[in-house]
């Protein structure tokens, strides 16, 4: 019996942030006395890797190594106010908070260090953990030693707030016409499929998927972004619902024995590439990237079946029954 | 009943009662922290842990079957202070995010070497069928266990 | 990627990584404190219906059981969630009073000394239901003569008269979002071809490999702390403060890593039921779902259908787009209107149609209230755009590449919703994707680019 190949695409765009705006993000930067600083913040580590990814940007920021710089997350004690680890906001506004504190505290440091070496703050430069006389790489301190020395000689706390808030947008209600978003991320997904004629089962053999994320803070964990959001996917095209007969409520899934979620084995093989196209209201040119990854997925694999076996199947999943259907229907 | 097994190399005795699950007795009676609640009813993998050497659902063990045994859960794989391969490979192979499956996956992944050290793609995706994991795509668990396979 | 930072661009290892692979990572689950009690709830088995009578009696007596909460235990009553930062109404009760609008809303929880007490206990509470006829069908939901099951007439959120946290309160509303621009009416009759298309994904389930687990400690001077695996520590604060009338600033939310959200523990759930047991009865109260609860009960992805309508010229170009999305919402808002305008706003994809008219229905049926899951509404969107786009393609004879290339938008133009575009990147990643893929693009699409 036939199997059948085919080929689908999918290009798409996610915007960043909650829609419409007014979602404000703070963060408190404290430096300790040995030369670390913690990160506050109200943003939550899922697994995403914030933790790692908003300690990079404190880290640029101030001029710290990152080795130096913790993120403490999800306590309301600590943290000031965050709206929520949601719509790919969180590196775009937290980032941009902690670009401003992260600012608040090179000054501090600068001004600090500039007393201690005798010169004007405006001739020090600060990069890596390291404060420097600009053209004089000899002349320097480290950022350790002059964060304990303003807090046990000069005096100084070594503290930056940052804040960061998309003004809420106004919406006509006869038009919608409103500013949704800060800004688009990219994507474009093509998908190679083997349709089984005999069977209705979809295999997914390959995906090509290319994102613009306006700056990767951490090329590794957009990577695990992509892969994951491949399988997540490929989950919603192939097998995953909670209701099957859906409108009704019956066979509802109530366990992973009917709500079937890919294994390993399921991965297809991916080729993937990262660009960049800094936007200027983001840290660093940095764009949300966590949910774009999972968006395009779906329906580049049924753009594949429908070119397989040249029907549309339209409801997902597209399951084995659903794609025998669409075969019977065609003949 | 009183029930006394190794856990990750120390003896410890608890009450349980008969209908207990290992994993029940782990989590909320010891307070075991390296292994996860995920279903409890063995469909997610992430309650794996090791008794006597080999791969069992806590949750689908009943408490008394430890009576004795050696439990290991994935905080009992390092030795004197020095992570295990499995532990390096998926260190180095970035094979988790939110880290919930990942001891489960660490587990089934030590079981299958131990008893196949160069194993198929086939047999590598039958081993980890049974571990859900929703975060990583697999890939990079995948590479962790391919890297530790020796070459045939 | 670029030389240009010391530390961002770099690839550097998720700092968790080490607590993963050892078992070190603290998760909710493992919070305990000494005599900490457990949470059961006792759900309705029904879809929809009025609750005549509730009897805890025999539970009560259950050796264990500490207390057995109802809606009169709860200082006031209404589960906030978004309602706080506008978007509402607060239509959805913490535990429920008279009546039940999903098969296993929860109608009252047993607090006992362990899991299996309150199970147990929990199956001995008794609820008389009166059943009604459930709404399931998002359509019958939107006709005239639907049984309404929300408080406000119509079984569709309205839009435009305050309740959307957009608008002002006094205008006239209608039952759904509208996104307008242009002359869609002139753009259909220009067309050389009209092509249309129905889609719908049904709900999907977050499922992560971490249900949800809630610890609630209360602690001296009437403050209390919640450990919980929440996305928006703050969004629990501010409701269970709320709902149990005290400062915020007397609750500690504490989320340590989360195994997993995915928009599936945005929505404070669970958390205020355990924070009023924990008040109630002075001690530590722990809330660990089942994973039935978690298909069953946790949010989902809402299902969603949308019927898109294409007018488009013979050499390639989308005059005009019309659309109607449909959104379940389930039986309560949650931040359902949210995602409908998000979704709404975004049906002309990466493209540029000058001509538009969309209406985005917020629908309410007697099912599992649905809410955020990643890509919140534009998963769906992208998902029938891209599949309109394809009927689109074939209908013109034209290559799926080409036809994309052609309509999407570039910097300058505007959306529908009137927004300059300034961020435009498509045309570039296609033509690194096909490129990966081994595509051999022809030049005249090769030459295009998001700037003009």
């Given at each position: 019996m036939a199997r059948l190949r085919g080929r689908g695409i999918a290009a798409i765009c996610y915007p960043t942030g909650m829609n419409l705006g007014g979602d404000p993000s703070q963060t408190v930067i404290v430096a300790q006395p040995d030369g670390k600083f913690i990160v506050n913040v109200a943003s939550v580590e899922l697994g995403q890797g914030l933790r790692t990814a908003l300690a990079q940007i404190a880290a640029e920021a101030i001029g710290a190594s990152v080795e130096d710089v913790e993120v403490r997350f999800g306590d309301t004690q600590t943290a000031p106010h965050d709206t929520g680890t949601f719509a790919s906001r969180t590196t775009h506004r937290m980032g941009n908070a902690i670009v401003k504190a992260g600012q608040e505290i090179r000054q501090i440091l600068l001004d600090v260090a500039s007393k201690i070496l005798e010169v004007s703050p405006q001739d020090l430069e600060i990069g890596n953990g390291k404060i420097w006389v600009r053209g004089v790489p000899d002349k320097f301190l480290t950022v350790k030693h002059v964060v304990n020395q303003a807090q046990f000689v000069y005096n100084t706390p070594v503290v930056g707030k940052g804040h960061y808030v998309k003004p809420k947008s106004d919406v006509d209600p006869d038009t919608g016409e409103s500013d949704p978003h800060s800004t688009m991320a990219h994507g474009c997904i093509v998908a190679d499929v083997e349709v089984d004629a005999e069977t209705g089962v979809v295999t997914v053999l390959q995906i090509y998927t290319v994102y613009e994320?306006?700056?990767?803070?951490?090329p590794k964990l957009v990577e695990g972004q992509i892969i994951g959001g491949m399988l997540m996917g490929l989950g919603a095209a192939l097998t995953e619902t909670v209701y099957p007969r859906y409108p009704e409520l019956t066979h509802q899934a109530t366990s992973f024995r009917e709500y079937v979620l890919p294994t390993a084995g399921d991965a297809p093989k991916i080729v993937y590439k990262i660009v960049e196209s800094p936007t200027e209201t983001g840290p660093y040119g940095a764009k949300g990237v966590g949910e774009m990854v999972a968006n395009g997925i779906a329906p580049a694999i049924v753009n594949a079946v429908y070119d397989a076996i040249g029907v549309q199947i339209t409801e997902l999943p597209i399951t084995p029954e659903k794609v025998l259907k669409a075969l019977r229907e065609k003949q | 009943m009183r029930i006394k097994f190794k856990l990750d190399g120390e003896v410890v005795e608890v009450d349980a009662k008969h209908t207990d699950t290992l994993l029940k007795i782990l989590k909320d009676k010891l307070g075991v922290g390296a292994v996860h609640f995920g279903c409890g009813e063995g469909t997610c993998g992430a309650c794996i842990v090791l008794v006597n050497g080999r791969p069992r659902y806590s949750c689908l063990t009943l408490a008394g079957y430890v009576d004795g045994k050696e439990v290991t859960t994935v905080?009992?794989?390092?030795?004197d202070g020095e992570l295990s391969e499995i532990q390096k490979a998926f260190l180095e192979n970035d094979a988790?995010?939110?880290?919930?499956c990942t001891p489960g996956m660490i587990l089934i992944a030590k079981a299958l070497l131990d008893r196949n050290p160069s194993p198929s793609d086939e047999e590598i995706f039958d081993a980890l069928a049974g571990n859900l994991c929703r975060c990583t795509g697999y890939v990079p668990i995948i590479n962790a266990i391919k890297s530790l396979s020796k070459k045939r | 990627m670029s030389g240009q930072f010391a530390a961002v661009s770099a690839p550097i290892k998720n700092v968790q990584l080490l607590g993963h692979v050892t078992g070190a990572t603290q998760y909710v689950d493992e919070i305990s404190f000494p005599g900490m009690l457990w949470i059961k709830a006792v759900r309705s088995p029904v879809a929809r219906g009025k609750i005549k009578k509730i009897d805890t009696s025999r539970a009560e007596k259950v050796p264990g059981v500490i207390k057995i909460i109802t809606a009169k235990d709860v200082p006031n009553n209404i589960h906030v969630n978004m309602a706080g930062i506008g978007i509402g109404p607060p239509d959805e009760p913490v535990l429920p009073e008279d009546e039940v609008k999903y098969k296993g809303e929860a109608i009252c929880l047993v607090v006992a000394r362990d899991e299996e007490t309150a199970l147990k206990a929990a199956q001995l509470v008794e609820v008389e239901i009166e059943e009604l006829p459930p709404v399931l069908d998002m359509e019958e939901a939107l006709k005239p003569d639907a049984p309404v099951i929300t408080k406000w007439g119509i079984n569709a959120f309205i839009y435009g008269s305050g309740m959307d946290g957009a608008t002002k309160p006094g205008r006239p509303g209608r039952p759904f979002f509208l996104v307008r621009r242009g002359d869609v009416e002139t753009a259909f009759k220009q067309a050389d071809k009209v092509v249309k298309g129905s889609y719908i994904i049904p709900p999907i389930e977050h499922a992560p490999i971490e249900p949800h687990v809630c610890v609630a400690k209360p602690e001296h001077g009437g403050k209390l702390t919640i450990y919980t695996t929440t996305q928006a520590p703050y969004f629990v604060r501010d409701n269970v403060a709320t709902i149990l009338n005290i400062p915020a600033s007397n609750i500690r939310v504490i989320a340590p890593a989360v195994g997993g959200g995915f928009g599936g523990k945005v929505d404070p759930e669970f958390e205020m039921q355990v924070a009023v047991a924990a008040m109630r009865v002075g001690r530590p109260v722990k809330w660990r779902w089942t994973r039935e609860e978690e298909f069953t009960i946790s949010t989902t992805r809402p299902a969603i259908k949308i019927e898109i309508e294409d007018a488009l010229s013979k050499d390639g170009l989308i005059l005009g787009r019309r659309a109607r999305l449909l959104h379940d919402s389930g039986a309560y808002t949650r931040t359902s209107p949210y995602g409908v305008i998000k979704a709404t706003v975004n049906l002309s994809g990466p493209y540029h149609i000058p001509n538009v008219y969309y209406e985005g229905y917020c629908v309410y049926t007697n099912r599992q209230p649905s809410s955020a899951m990643r890509g919140y509404g534009v998963f769906e969107v992208s998902y029938a755009v891209e599949l309109q786009m394809e009927r689109d393609a074939r209908t013109l004879g034209l290559d799926s590449w080409e036809f994309r290339f052609k309509n999407a938008y570039r910097n300058g133009q505007v959306t529908a919703t009137g927004r300059p575009i300034d961020d435009a990147y498509l045309v570039e990643v296609m033509k690194e994707a096909a490129s990966l893929a081994g595509v051999k693009l022809p030049s005249h699409l090769l030459q295009m680019s998001s700037w003009g």
């Open positions: 994320v306006g700056r990767a803070i951490n | 905080a009992g794989l390092a030795h988790a995010q939110c880290g919930y | -």
